[in-house]
């Protein structure tokens, strides 16, 4: 799945917003389909590959620890 990533959002964050996981695995997969991608945080807005899973949780909103 294609999603746009924005500015400032956590790689985690925008993981567990569209599978409802977050795991070493599904990150390393994520780097894998974005080579594009470097470090923890999007910079700008940036178009993504989100990796299959295959477990799906229903997840309304993802809140940062801050908020």
Do not use: C
Request: overall charge negative.
């Amino acid at each position: 799945m294609k999603v746009t990533a924005h500015k400032g959002d956590l790689i985690t964050d925008v993981l567990f917003k569209h599978t409802g996981q977050d795991d070493d695995q599904l990150e390393a997969d994520f780097y894998q389909l974005n080579p594009h991608v470097r470090g923890d945080f999007f910079m700008e807005e940036t178009m993504v590959t989100i990796p299959e899973v295959s477990f799906k949780q229903n997840i309304k909103e993802v809140n940062r620890s801050w908020d």
